[in-house]
Structures are given as C-alpha cells and as structure tokens.
C-alpha cells in the first residue's frame, strides 16, 4: 500500500474511538507462527516451518539460544541424520549403555551407538538452520500472555533488552517453553498434575586435567538408587569433548543443600572409578525437569503445546530432546497442511500427538513407579536387559518400529519381568 493511502486511512480511522481502537488492533504486528522458545522444540518447528515459506516470529527469553540449558545432552541413535543435523555437533559416540542397580552393580548393553553433544551447541546450531531458512528470532523476548481476537492470537512478551511490552498477533501458537510451562492461568491447558511431575536436577560439569579412562568415553551411565529420605535418585555420568557430565535428579521439590550432598556423594563414587586423582575444574547448574504424566490438553484454537512443556519426557531416563524436536516437526507439518485453518492444524497436531508419544510416554512413568517400589526390582530388569540386549533395543524403540515377531518377544520378556518382580 502506497504511504499517501495509508495516510488517509489512519485519518478517516481516527476520526472515532471506535475507529481509533480498529486501527491499533490493524497495526499490530502479525506473523503466521509464533513459537515461544527456542529449544529443539520451538527450533525444529521454527526451521521446518520457515523452510515451506510460512513467516516464523520465535520469542526466547535468553540473550543466547541455548546458553542456559542444563542438560546432559544425550542424544538417541540416529538423532543429527533424522533431523539434519551436522555430526560435528557430536561430541562422543556411546556404544555402552551402563545401567546401574540401587546395589551399585553395573550392566552393560551395547547399542546405537548414542550420542553426547551439548545444549550451547544443539541449540544454536538449529537456531542458525532456523534463521537460514527464513525465521526470526528474537532474543531477550520473554512471553507473558495469550488472548484470542478475531480469528487470530495475541501474544504479549516483554523486551527485557528494551524494557517495553509488545504484542504480536499470530494465525497459529506454538508454545514450546520446557518445564516452567505451568500454563496455570490458561484454563484450556492447565494440568493439575504438573507440578507433581517435575524433578529437581542438579549437574557437575567435571573439566579434567587429563582425560579419564577410555570407557568413560564410550558410555552413557545410568544409575538408579534411593536417596537418604527413600526417594528414587536417577542420576547419570554423559561424556563430552571436555567434560564430563555428571548430575541426578529428584522427583519433587529437594532442598538445594541436600541435592548437593547428594550430588557430591555421586560425582565423588564416580570420579574415583573413572578419573582417580586427575585434578579437575567443576562448574556447577541446576533445572527442573519434567518426569510426569503427558500434558492431557496440547491444541485447541491455534494453539498448540511441544516438548517439556507438553510433558514429552521420557520419565525412567530424562529423555525429551528427541520427542521436544518431534513435537516440533509435527507441529510444522500441520501448520503447513492447514494454513487457513488454524483450529482444525491444532486440533490434528494434538491427536497425531497422543498417538505418537503418549502411551509409550505413560508406561514411564509407571515403569519408574513400580521399579522404585521395591530397589530389587532395578536389578532384575537390568539383568534381563544384558542378558537379552533385543529386549533392551525394543524398550527403547517407538512402538511404530516393531515387527509382530518384535512385539511378541517383548511382551514374553516383560510377563517374565513381572513375574519375576512380583515373585522378589
Ligand atoms: C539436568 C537435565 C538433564 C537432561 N538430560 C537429557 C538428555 O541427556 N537427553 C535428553 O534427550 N533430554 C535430557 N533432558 C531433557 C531435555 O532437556 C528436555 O526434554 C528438552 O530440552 C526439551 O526441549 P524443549 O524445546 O521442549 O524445551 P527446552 O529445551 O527447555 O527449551 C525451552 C526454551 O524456552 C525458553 N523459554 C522458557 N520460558 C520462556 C518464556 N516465558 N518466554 C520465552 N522463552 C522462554 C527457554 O529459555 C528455552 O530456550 C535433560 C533435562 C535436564 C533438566
């Protein structure tokens, strides 16, 4: 529109309040896909979107993509290929799988291999991708609060670099915030469980003077025990380039004195078994963690919900990076498939959504239950992973990848599992 048109249209508008009102909502800036954060949720969906032409406005509360993340970054087999990712984000390729018993007794299964990397990393470099494909981002932008108008949803944010309150209006929302989405005051979404679900984690990142031993290189290391109040501590040792990870969670609120001791009890065991005597710099961070139920309610009138913050995480070992940067190619695809309609793009992402990861995602969480019922449960299910590794695989596989042979070779090793534990 010409400027001498847009002159007299905001004239003949501000002749009345009415008209005055119409043309603030008019001059609102407005994009088809706003998503709220840039995790490899928000940014998976950011690039996939933005690659098919769609205008991409992603709102991240930090300076720097990726800068805050506290995260052992274990990544699943496969994960740089199936998302496009270069390999040089991989920091150490795991073949071990080292699952250890609340008795402190190790077994190993082969696997994958996995991979480590870290969040700085993973983060920015699918940012980047985003960017290149033709998103935007904007950092310091920290979102505040959804309203519907007209079809369309407002977004407000605050410029925290700026200190100024903006709004945006976008066709379709994606709200990808990781687990400080308690989402209380939106009716539509709030889940009375969520807070029950999340986990307090604390993490040592051990900067070594020497590398440890070679093994530390090629494992990712699961441990699970109870803490001093009976509580089940899931903790981990990931390796990196030039740390190693070391960290564990809690499921509930832990006060940070008694995570520490806690923590520092751990990081010492593990130290001693793989880099005894090396001197070491240790920089320390905590997050919460999601490990709950599945959020019940991810769409509904353009809006849609990804990652943590749908409650996508794998509740026995922390694993959400993958099902976040799934969430996110989903929500693309039916941003895209239905770009004139953003209830029914909602609507079908949260279905395809259930199917995809909820079941699976359920039995975690009372998989986690049943096992921390008794510690000696651990046991027997770690034994018969290292004696049957298949067994292992196809627990760890989506559901969708499994032959009729697969699926009864499970479900015979899990009646042999339970009967076992209900017989301990
Ligand atoms: C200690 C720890 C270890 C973990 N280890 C692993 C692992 O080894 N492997 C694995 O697969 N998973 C792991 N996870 C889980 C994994 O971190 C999450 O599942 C994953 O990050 C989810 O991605 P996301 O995009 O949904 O959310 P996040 O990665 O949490 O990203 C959310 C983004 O939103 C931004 N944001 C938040 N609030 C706002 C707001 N109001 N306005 C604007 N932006 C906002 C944040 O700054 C962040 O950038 C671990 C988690 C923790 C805490």
Redesign the pocket.
Same mark, same amino acid.
């Given at each position: 529109m010409c400027p001498e048109v847009l002159v007299g249209l905001r004239r003949y508008l501000e002749r009345s309040d009415a008209g005055a009102a119409r043309m603030a909502a008019w001059m609102i800036e407005s994009t088809d896909l706003l998503i709220?954060?840039? %995790?490899?949720? %928000?940014?998976v969906a950011a690039r996939e979107a933005a690659s098919r032409g769609l205008r991409v406005v992603v !709102?991240? +509360? #930090?300076a720097v993509? @990726?800068s +805050? $993340?506290?995260?052992?970054? %274990? !990544?699943r087999p496969g994960f740089c290929r199936e998302f496009d990712l270069p390999d040089s984000l991989v920091h150490c390729n795991t073949p071990r799988l080292a699952l250890f018993d609340p008795y402190g007794d190790e077994y190993a299964v082969r696997f994958g291999p996995g991979h480590t990397s870290t $969040?700085e990393e993973l #983060?920015g470099t699918i940012a980047a991708r985003a960017v290149t494909a033709g998103a935007e981002i904007r950092t310091n932008?920290?979102?505040r609060e959804l309203s519907s108008e007209g079809g369309r949803t407002l977004v407000e944010?605050a410029d925290t670099a700026r200190g100024e309150r903006r709004r945006i209006a976008a066709r379709h929302v994606f709200l990808?915030?990781?687990?400080? *989405?308690k989402l209380e005051r939106h009716p539509r979404f709030a889940f009375s469980g969520w807070a029950s679900g999340l986990m307090t984690?604390l993490?040592q990142r051990w900067y070594l003077a020497r590398p440890a031993a070679p093994i530390a290189y090629e494992t990712l290391e699961l441990h699970y025990y109870p803490a001093r109040d009976g509580r089940t501590v899931v903790a981990?040792m990931?390796p990196k380039r030039d740390h190693l990870a070391i %960290?564990l969670?809690i499921t509930g609120k832990v006060p940070g004195a008694e995570l520490r001791e806690e923590l520092d009890e751990f990081a010492a065991r593990t130290i001693r078994r793989l880099a005894p005597g090396i001197e070491a710099r240790v920089k320390l961070e905590g997050? /919460? /963690?999601y490990g709950g139920m599945p959020r019940p309610t991810v769409g509904a009138d353009g809006v849609s919900i990804? @990652?943590?913050?749908a409650g996508?995480?794998d509740a026995t070992n @922390?694993?959400?990076?993958?099902? *976040?940067a799934t969430s996110g190619r989903m929500l693309a695809d039916f941003v895209w498939r239905y770009r004139d309609d953003a209830t029914r793009a909602s609507a079908a992402y949260s279905r395809a959504l259930h199917d995809r990861f909820y079941a699976r995602l359920a039995r975690r969480v009372k998989l986690i239950e049943f096992l921390s019922r008794r510690p000696k449960r651990f046991r027997l299910l770690f034994e018969q992973f290292a004696a049957a590794p298949r067994f292992a695989e196809l627990v760890a596989n989506e559901r969708f990848d499994r032959t009729w042979a697969d699926r009864i070779f499970l479900y015979a090793q899990a009646a042999r599992f339970g009967a076992r534990s209900l017989l301990a």
């Amino acid at each position: 529109m010409c400027p001498e048109v847009l002159v007299g249209l905001r004239r003949y508008l501000e002749r009345s309040d009415a008209g005055a009102a119409r043309m603030a909502a008019w001059m609102i800036e407005s994009t088809d896909l706003l998503i709220v954060g840039c %995790g490899p949720a %928000g940014g998976v969906a950011a690039r996939e979107a933005a690659s098919r032409g769609l205008r991409v406005v992603v !709102l991240e +509360k #930090d300076a720097v993509v @990726g800068s +805050k $993340r506290v995260c052992a970054a %274990g !990544l699943r087999p496969g994960f740089c290929r199936e998302f496009d990712l270069p390999d040089s984000l991989v920091h150490c390729n795991t073949p071990r799988l080292a699952l250890f018993d609340p008795y402190g007794d190790e077994y190993a299964v082969r696997f994958g291999p996995g991979h480590t990397s870290t $969040r700085e990393e993973l #983060d920015g470099t699918i940012a980047a991708r985003a960017v290149t494909a033709g998103a935007e981002i904007r950092t310091n932008a920290l979102f505040r609060e959804l309203s519907s108008e007209g079809g369309r949803t407002l977004v407000e944010y605050a410029d925290t670099a700026r200190g100024e309150r903006r709004r945006i209006a976008a066709r379709h929302v994606f709200l990808a915030q990781g687990s400080t *989405a308690k989402l209380e005051r939106h009716p539509r979404f709030a889940f009375s469980g969520w807070a029950s679900g999340l986990m307090t984690t604390l993490q040592q990142r051990w900067y070594l003077a020497r590398p440890a031993a070679p093994i530390a290189y090629e494992t990712l290391e699961l441990h699970y025990y109870p803490a001093r109040d009976g509580r089940t501590v899931v903790a981990w040792m990931f390796p990196k380039r030039d740390h190693l990870a070391i %960290g564990l969670g809690i499921t509930g609120k832990v006060p940070g004195a008694e995570l520490r001791e806690e923590l520092d009890e751990f990081a010492a065991r593990t130290i001693r078994r793989l880099a005894p005597g090396i001197e070491a710099r240790v920089k320390l961070e905590g997050h /919460l /963690l999601y490990g709950g139920m599945p959020r019940p309610t991810v769409g509904a009138d353009g809006v849609s919900i990804g @990652g943590t913050a749908a409650g996508l995480v794998d509740a026995t070992n @922390g694993e959400g990076i993958y099902e *976040a940067a799934t969430s996110g190619r989903m929500l693309a695809d039916f941003v895209w498939r239905y770009r004139d309609d953003a209830t029914r793009a909602s609507a079908a992402y949260s279905r395809a959504l259930h199917d995809r990861f909820y079941a699976r995602l359920a039995r975690r969480v009372k998989l986690i239950e049943f096992l921390s019922r008794r510690p000696k449960r651990f046991r027997l299910l770690f034994e018969q992973f290292a004696a049957a590794p298949r067994f292992a695989e196809l627990v760890a596989n989506e559901r969708f990848d499994r032959t009729w042979a697969d699926r009864i070779f499970l479900y015979a090793q899990a009646a042999r599992f339970g009967a076992r534990s209900l017989l301990a």
